[in-house]
C-alpha cells in the first residue's frame, strides 16, 4: 500500500485480474476484477471516471484490449463503484451494463444519484469523481437476486445483498468460490487484519445488513474479493470481523449521540477510535489514509446518524 502513481495489478489465477485503479493517487484503495475467456472480457466494477485511465491501462496490462470488454457488472451505482460505466460503454458500444434492478434508472439517468451526491461532496465532485452519463437503456441487463450471468466463460450467481446499500449485489462464481463482495464485505486493505464497515449514507442499515453477511456465509465461499480492496482466503474470520466492528461502532456513535456529541466532534473522536484500533491491530497507523480514502470518517458517522434517524422515525 502506497501513494503515488505505483499500482497493485494482480494475475489472482489464469484469466483473472485484479486492477488498481489507484484512487486519488493511493495504490490499493479501489479494485476493478477483470476476467478474461472465451475471446470476451467482463469487468467487475468501473470505478469512477477520474481513474479511467488507470483502468485502460490494467486492462492492457493484462494483455487485452478495452474493445473486448462485453460485459460490466457493478455490485452498486455509487460512484467509486460504478461512476465510469456511462463513459466506458460510450467508448466501447459493443459492452453492456449488468446491475441491480432498483439500480438501473440512475445509470440510465444519473441527475438524481449527482444531486445526491452533490450535497455530500460539494465542489468535490468533479475532482473526485469526473465527467458521469447515462447509459442507454438498450445495453442494461436488469439483475434480480440469483441470476445467473456467463461471464467470460464463467457462471456467476447474483446474490442480492442490501444494507449497504439497497440495489446492492455480490457475485459468486460456484465453482471456484470466488466472491465479489462489493462494500457489504467490508473495506480491508493490504491484507491487513482489519475490515472496517463502510456505513455511508443514505441507506445503510445495520440489521439488514447482518441479514445479508448471514446470506453470504451460507454460500460457503472459498475467497473474498471486495472493491476495497483484493482477494481474502479467510471468509470465516473476515464476516466475523466485519459485524463486530459494524456492531461495536453503531453501538458506540449511538451512545456518544445520546451524551449529546455534536456530528463534528463525533467525526474526530471516531478517527481517534479507529485510527487507535488500526495502531493496536497493526502496530502502525500506516494504512489510515488509505483506509480513509476508501471509506472517510465523516461519511461513516452521516450514514450512522442517517440510519438512528431513519430508525426513530420508523419506531
Request: hydrophobic share 40%.
Amino acid at each position: 500500500m502506497s501513494s503515488g502513481s505505483a499500482s497493485h495489478n494482480i494475475e489472482v489465477a489464469p484469466g483473472f485480474y485484479t486492477i488498481d485503479l489507484v484512487f486519488r493517487e493511493v495504490s490499493g484503495v479501489i479494485a476493478s476484477y477483470l476476467l478474461a475467456g472465451d475471446d470476451d472480457l467482463t469487468l467487475i466494477e468501473t470505478g469512477p471516471t477520474t481513474t479511467i485511465d488507470s483502468l485502460l491501462a490494467g486492462i492492457r496490462e493484462a494483455g487485452f484490449k478495452p474493445e473486448q470488454v462485453r460485459k460490466i457488472l457493478v455490485t452498486h451505482i455509487h460512484l467509486d463503484h460504478a461512476g465510469a460505466a456511462g463513459v466506458f460503454m460510450r467508448d466501447y458500444p459493443d459492452s453492456k451494463l449488468y446491475v441491480h434492478r432498483k439500480g438501473a434508472v440512475h445509470m440510465t439517468d444519473p441527475a438524481r444519484l449527482l444531486d445526491s451526491a452533490a450535497r455530500i461532496y460539494g465542489d468535490q465532485m468533479v475532482p473526485l469523481w469526473g465527467e458521469v452519463v447515462g447509459v442507454p437503456e438498450d445495453r442494461v441487463e436488469l439483475l434480480d437476486d440469483g441470476a445467473t450471468i456467463m461471464a467470460a466463460g464463467r457462471e456467476l450467481i447474483a446474490v442480492d445483498t442490501p444494507g449497504h446499500a439497497g440495489h446492492h449485489m455480490s457475485y459468486l462464481d460456484a465453482v471456484s468460490g470466488d466472491l465479489f463482495t462489493g462494500d457489504i464485505g467490508g473495506v480491508r486493505l493490504d491484507d491487513a487484519s482489519y475490515v472496517r464497515p463502510p456505513t455511508v449514507p443514505p441507506e445503510f442499515d445495520y440489521e439488514v445488513w447482518q441479514q445479508s453477511i448471514t446470506k453470504l456465509r451460507r454460500l460457503q465461499p472459498k475467497r473474498l474479493f471486495p472493491t476495497h480492496f483484493g482477494g481474502f482466503d479467510d471468509p470465516d474470520w473476515h464476516f466475523d470481523d466485519l459485524l463486530t466492528r459494524l456492531g461495536n461502532w453503531t453501538g458506540w456513535t449511538e451512545a456518544q449521540l445520546q451524551h449529546g456529541v455534536e456530528r463534528d466532534a463525533l467525526i474526530e473522536e471516531l478517527r481517534a477510535k479507529g485510527d487507535g484500533e488500526l495502531q493496536a491491530i497493526l502496530g502502525s497507523t500506516e494504512l489510515a489514509k488509505p483506509y480513509d480514502v476508501a471509506t472517510a470518517y465523516y461519511m461513516t458517522v452521516d450514514g450512522l446518524m442517517r440510519y438512528f434517524r431513519k430508525r426513530e422515525r420508523r419506531s
